[in-house]
Every structure is written in C-alpha cells, then in structure tokens.
C-alpha cells in the first residue's frame, strides 16, 4: 500500500455557498466572538454551536492573546457576556501567567458581571453552580477577588439578583480580601443582606411608586443610565412623562459612550416622537469622530441573512445594526447596498441614512462578488466599506481601491473577506470598527 500520496484538503464555503478563506486559529476565534451576543442563534447557526466552537478555539490561543481578545471585546466592541466566557476558557489555560487575574479585573466591569461569570464557568464545565468550587482556579479566584474592590455600596445592591449565583456566593468563593474598614463593612451587609436598597427605577417601580413620577425623578437627578433611558422611552411616554425633560435627557447623552449605535435605533422605533432628539444624539456622537479623508464608498449587505434577529429578546436585526454603521462614517460617502442587486443610496447620516439603506431593495440573496465588481468600476476611490455577514453566494475578488475593509457583523465559522483578496478584515458592529480604519490609515498599518 502506498502511504506517499497527496491527501485533499476539504475546501470551507460560506453558507451560501461561495468559496470562503482559511484562516487561522486566532482569526477564527475573533470572527466567532466580536460579534456574538452569546448563545444567541444567527441565521444560519445556533447560538450553543457557535458558544462551543468559541470555547474550542480559545483554547487554542496563546494565553496572552487570548487576554487581548477578552479585553477588546469588552471595551471596544461593548460585548458583555462573550467575554466572560473567554475569561472562564483563559483561567484554564493561563494557570501559571501572571497576567490572567489582572485581566479578570479589568474586564469584569459590572458588578453583576462577577457571578455571571462564575455562572458561565459553571456552565462550560459542565457542573452545578453550587460545586463550582473545585473548578476555580487560583488565577479566577485572585482576578475576581480583585474586581469585587472596585464595587460601591449602589453598584452590588443594584446588581445583587436572584440566580443560581448571588454576590455573596461569589464572595465567599474567591474569598476576596476588603481595601480597608469601610469595604469590610460593606461586604458584611451584603452577607447579611442587608445594603441599602438602590434608588433605580426597577426597584421604584417594584414596590409599586408611580411611573411618570420614578422617571422624571431619576431624570432630575441624574440617576437613569443612558441604555435605560432608550429601553424605557416607550414606558415613558406611556406614563405620560415631560417629553421636554426626556428630550434634553437623549440629547445630553450622559453615559452614552458605551451605547452601540443601533440602540438608538431600537429607541426611535419603539418611542416614534423621539427619534429628532434620538437623531441629533447619534449624529453629534459621530461629530466626534475623527474625519476619513478622502472619498469613501460603502457596501451594505441587505440580504435575508442579515434580517435575522440579534437576539431572541430583540426586535432587531444584523441589517438594523449594517445600515447604522453605514450611516454613521464620517467623511464623504457614497453608499450602495447589495442583495441579488446593486443599488446606490443616498447617502444621508442618521435615521434617514438607515431608513434608506433597509428600503433601498428586496432583501434576498448574497451576491457580494457581483456587487464588488460593481463599484470596482467606480473611478478615483480612496477606500471601499464592506459591512456583511460575508455569507456570499458568489467568489469574492480583489477591490480596485488601495484601501478596503471587510466588517463582518455576524459569528459565523466561515467567512470570504481576509486579506489575501486585498482585504483588511475587521470584526464587529460597534462604531469603533471605524475608529480602527481612521488609526490604521493614520498609522500607514494595515495588517
């Protein structure tokens, strides 16, 4: 029998089926994570499948590195939950690295964020949360110890919920060690249930206060969050609150830096006489980014793939999240869309930017290949915008520009836009993906 023959490599497709990139472990790990609300399922994949497949490759990924992923996805991409996953992973495989704690700390920015984690760990080792125990590994145990110093009076009253992990479980688990008297104080009410009940418009609410006054007390003073003051302008205007005094609120964007820009979106639609002032907070947070220079044309992916929901919770979806991002690039744009079709739209900023984009065509299939030879016929360039799931159905070739970008706004295992084609590959739907193109180009890096 002869043993010196070539073997074939099974060639990866997109799910529509064109010819997709082979990637490494790392890029792989990147295009499964920055995207992903976790174990929610995309169009073409479940959530579980994607969870475990993001396990699977973290564990391939030098601890180090793995620290980096972590700590983008949660500040740069706005990801709460996936991150915390890849903490669980890297407690597993940084047993010995100094850096492992230190990054559980920084990563671990909510305080509910400390028993989720430990909920998750629980998890992906496949026991109950109430053995977890002889799963914490030293370097868990120090990284969360570590975070629970950063934690206030408000901050573990606010996020001390019933679950299968409760703060003071976690307290005893990695049995942190208080700053000072004060803390030690504080963390003996929390054992003993017995903090300060935060002044929050769930708890307000809860114990039956009314709604248009909780709401316009709490904007008064200065104590609703940016994200709740989005998903509770329905509730406001049903309560019948001073629309004057939730108008100022959306404009003043206090604590909006770590909003994604289709929050705004979602606002607009559940709340209609608000969007002017939802508008003119979106586009002052894009006045804030730094100008690209130059002319840019922008491709968006509107194909049924991208109507798929965000989450099981929401109403929406990775096209909603494309068109904001299109939307929102700074500078001179011309925007096109691509489903089985290319189309250019106008290229407005904003809500009307967005409206534009979704209507602009039928959302069927995936002819991103066709699309890019498409706007390769448009002359004097200076960068070409991709935003897509990368799910095409046709080959995808070169760009004609010098400069192009491939964000992929979804999870999915395989996709078409790396850089062997031309491109620079970018994952994630958070405006800061623009923030990357403006430093890379400043910098003259586009690895």
């Not at 174990?39 to 564990?59: H, K, N, Q, T």
């Not at 606010?158 to 030690?184: I, M, N, S, T």
């Not at 963390?187 to 609410?205: C, F, M, Q, S």
């Not at 970008?405 to 999915?412: D, F, G, L, R």
Request: with cysteine; charged share 25%.
């Amino acid at each position: 029998m002869r043993t010196n023959v070539k073997t074939a490599t099974a060639r990866e497709h997109t799910h529509e089926g064109a010819a997709a990139a082979h990637i490494n472990a790392e890029q792989a790990l990147r295009r499964s994570v920055m995207s992903c609300l976790l174990w929610e399922s995309e169009f073409y994949e479940d959530g579980e499948e994607i969870g475990e497949r993001i396990v699977r490759l973290a564990g391939q990924i030098p601890p180090h590195r793995l620290a980096c992923i972590a700590i983008e996805a949660r500040e740069y991409m706005n990801l709460r939950h996936v991150p915390l996953l890849l903490l669980s992973v890297l407690a597993r495989t940084g047993k010995g690295h100094k850096e492992v704690a230190a990054t559980i700390a920084r990563v671990v920015q909510r305080a509910d964020e400390l028993s989720e984690l430990l909920a998750i760990h629980a998890k992906i080792n496949k026991v109950e949360p109430n053995a977890i125990k002889k799963t914490l590994s030293v370097q868990l145990k120090r990284g969360l110890a570590a975070a629970f110093t950063k934690f206030d009076e408000y901050q573990l009253a606010k996020y001390d919920r019933e679950g299968a992990v409760r703060l003071r479980d976690a307290l005893f688990l990695v049995h942190a060690k208080p700053k000072d008297k004060a803390q030690d104080a504080l963390w003996k009410r929390l054992i003993g249930n017995e903090l300060k009940v935060p002044d929050t418009w769930e708890v307000a609410l809860s114990a039956g206060a009314d709604k248009k006054e909780t709401f316009e007390r709490l904007l008064r003073e200065g104590k609703l969050g940016y994200l709740a003051l989005l998903r509770n302008l329905r509730n406001m205007v049903q309560a019948g609150c001073d629309a004057d005094l939730v108008r100022d609120a959306i404009v003043a964007r206090k604590g909006a830096q770590r909003v994604l820009p289709f929050r705004y979106v979602a606002a607009a639609r559940a709340a209609p006489q608000f969007e002017p002032a939802l508008d003119q907070a979106l586009c002052e947070a894009v006045a804030e980014m730094a100008v690209l220079p130059g002319r840019t044309v922008v491709l968006v992916d509107v194909s049924g793939s991208m109507d798929a929901k965000l989450s099981a919770r929401s109403d929406m979806t990775r096209a909603d999240a494309a068109a904001v991002l299109a939307s929102i690039i700074p500078g001179e744009v011309r925007v096109f869309t691509f489903s089985n079709a290319l189309v250019e739209v106008p290229p407005r900023r904003g809500m009307a930017g967005v409206d534009a984009v979704l209507r602009s065509q039928p959302h069927m299939g995936t002819e991103l290949g066709a699309a890019v030879r498409g706007v390769n016929k448009i002359p004097h360039n200076d960068r070409l915008i991709v935003i897509t799931d990368e799910q095409s159905h046709d080959p995808v070739g070169e760009p004609a520009c010098a400069r192009a970008y491939m964000i992929n706004t979804a999870s999915y295992k395989n996709g078409v836009g790396y850089a062997n084609k031309g491109w620079v590959h970018i994952d994630g739907f958070s405006e800061n993906v623009l923030r990357f193109i403006r430093g890379i180009e400043h910098t003259g890096d586009s690895a």
